[in-house]
């Protein structure tokens, strides 16, 4: 079942022509002229399309929020600031078939009485800024985007705009600041972005993904969207899969499949690459908690874990971990925990915006720390050390990025604290190059 | 307008400059700040004060609110660069590809450090984070184009292109 992705594949079909022969744009012909914005934020509703940039919120809900004083402008923002380690979905649906989102902007601004939407794409992609560039002008060409779209009275106008290099400006707010031309602080909630967003208007962001989810959902209708999925968790949903597997790339999953089928059939990632066996996935992109090989494939019940909000948070923090972003990251039994650990503490340290003082400097502490223990320095404390900084970020911090800096590094311990010790212990064997500690009786070594 | 030493756009980068600030409500052209960096990182190579205090000028900001603004953010340079600017990435899913050891080879192979600029003046190595480009990694970024699945070999191909 594929929603975003059938046609990513035909030649062609990043430019309007090709898009529409197969089936693009008919669902702003059906919103714009038979719908009211009402229903459509009705269907998105009962689809239970829930955000896929990573917090999983029910984006029909937060539509809901949207303040709506009059003669106020609204916006729609969708956030293409992509930045989160593991992730690259969104480049590649972007990459690929612009016309997925521009469609779905178009939708999804008319549901919202938004006549000008901005996608904020992280400055890196600007060969992606282009390609979307080129097909906005493509849409305006044909009279889907600009005044009296398709002779409805409704007009939209979309734009572009790029980032600088900052992982903060993927959180609303700090985009929100970002695209008013400032640094990416993230600002203090309430109020939120519904109420006061860009320009203190109301506004919504929304990921790529789940923005252009809402066209198939005006097509084909909310409650057939929620028949696709597992419980809470419906529809399908794109997985970046990276790291040791045969063949790396993005997948677009119907929720509910088991994880040991994602990561084991040819389908979808193909196996561990030849020769090697599963050590750890980090399920969700960097910041979510990563799970040794027997726990992100069986649940502490005794279940298959499959591939669903709930599924893969089952048994919390201590067994558990969650779907986040969708950034599944797999290592076999050569990768270094630590230095795995070391590279995400680093991330963290270099990408927090300076302005909440737990962040700031544990961020700081948690890779200096990691990174003595790498180096073969480290200290017997340093371990507990390392839990105490984590702890005293998460939830102490405006945004969550303190949160994100925190469950990677605490979560690490939680599940190869072994390993942390062997490299305190043992730093003579820890430092030879390609070292690797090896769990006795653990189903990766040998 | 023109900026310290001559510094100005070329007229058609003003008319884009134009476009881009009209993408805002009126008022709000201080939102055009990072699209403007970018095009005056493009013309100059790096943010000098100057571009910068420019780039102010146009927009009828304070410098000191560009200044800010591109030091925040890691694409811009404050500081001369080489020719060809090589951004590779060192988070996590690069380095499970070996990437650690292709970056290593980039920088012997040019005799620099990271941040260095090697002799000749063509290439700077700077380590950046995440560019959401995972399963293809390792990942180095020149201007706009990724170099994807990057090898020692790779790596020598496309510096032995570029540096000709």
């Known amino acids: 079942m594929k929603i975003l992705t059938e046609h990513i594949e035909v030649p062609g079909i990043e430019t309007i022509d090709v898009y529409r022969k197969h089936g693009g744009y008919q669902a702003v012909e059906k919103a714009l002229k038979k719908m009211t914005p009402d229903e459509v934020t009705e269907e998105v509703k009962k689809s239970g399309l829930r955000g896929r940039g990573g917090a999983g919120f029910p984006v029909g809900m937060k539509w809901s929020f949207l303040a709506k004083p009059e003669g106020v402008p609204r916006y729609l923002v969708c956030n293409a600031d992509e930045s989160e380690p593991g992730t690259f979905k969104d480049h590649y649906l972007m990459w690929k078939s612009p016309h997925t989102l521009i469609e779905g902007m178009i939708v999804s601004s008319f549901a919202l009485g938004a006549n000008t939407s901005y ?71 309430p109020p939120f972005p519904a109420v006061k967003g860009l320009w203190q208007c109301p506004t919504v962001v929304n990921n790529v993904e789940s923005i252009a989810a809402t066209s198939w959902i005006v097509n084909n209708g909310g409650d057939a969207y929620a028949q696709i999925g597992v419980g809470r968790s ?125 962040c700031r400097e544990g961020t700081g502490w948690m890779d200096k720390v990691i990174k003595r223990i790498e180096l073969g320095q480290g200290r017997k404390e340093d371990i507990d050390l390392l839990v105490d900084v984590a702890k005293k970020i998460e939830g102490n911090t405006i945004c969550p990025l303190g949160d994100a800096a925190a469950w990677p590094v605490s979560a690490a311990i939680r599940h190869f604290r072994d390993e942390f010790e062997w490299h305190i212990e043992h730093p003579e064997l820890a430092t030879q190059p390609g070292a690797v500690y090896m769990r006795p009786g653990a189903s990766w070594s040998n | 307008m023109e ?162």
């Open chain 1, 234 to 358: 419906t529809g399908t949903k794109l997985i970046s899969a990276s790291g040791h597997i045969r063949k790396p790339g993005v997948y677009e999953i119907p929720l509910g499949i088991t994880v040991e089928d994602f990561i084991y059939s040819d389908e979808w990632c193909g196996g561990i690459r030849d020769g090697h066996k599963l050590k750890a996935v980090v399920a969700g992109g960097s910041s979510v908690p990563i799970l040794p090989a027997e726990m992100i494939l069986t649940t502490a019940t005794g279940e298959k874990r499959l591939m669903t909000y709930e599924s893969l948070s089952d048994g919390g923090f201590a067994t558990g971990t969650m779907l986040g972003s969708g950034g599944f990251i797999v290592m076999d039994e050569t990768t270094c925990i630590v230095h795995n650990t070391l590279t995400f503490a680093r991330f963290y340290h270099h990408e927090s915006c300076g302005q909440c003082s737990p």
């Open chain 2, 3 to 164: 900026g310290k030493n001559n510094i100005v756009f070329p007229a058609e980068t003003l008319d884009l400059v134009k476009k881009i600030i009209a993408r805002y409500p009126e008022g709000k052209q201080k939102s055009a700040l990072l699209p403007i960096l970018h095009l005056a990182q493009a013309e100059w190579k790096w943010c000098s004060p100057e571009v910068m205090d420019y780039v102010a000028s146009l927009l009828s900001i304070k410098p000191v609110e560009v200044y800010e603004v591109a030091s925040f953010y890691t694409m811009f340079h404050l500081e001369p660069v080489g020719e060809h600017v090589i951004e590779y990435c060192r988070t996590g899913p690069c380095c499970l590809m070996g990437g650690v050891e292709v970056y290593d080879h980039l920088k012997k192979r040019l005799g620099v450090e990271t941040g260095g600029t090697s002799a000749d003046g063509k290439f700077t190595v700077k380590e950046v984070e995440c560019l959401a480009a995972c399963g293809w990694g390792p990942v180095f970024q020149i201007r706009e184009k990724f170099y994807m699945h990057l090898t020692k070999e790779k790596v020598d191909q496309i510096i032995d292109e570029l540096g000709k």
């Open chain 1, 119 to 189: 996608i904020y794409v992280r400055g890196e992609l600007m060969y992606v800024i282009h390609i979307l560039e080129k097909a906005i002008q493509e849409a305006y060409d044909k009279g889907l985007l600009g005044k009296n779209i398709l002779g409805s009275g409704y007009d939209l106008d979309l734009f572009v705009q790029s980032g600088g290099g900052a992982y903060i400006c993927g959180e609303e707010t700090a985009l929100l600041e970002s695209l008013e031309g400032k640094r990416g602080n993230p600002r203090n909630k």
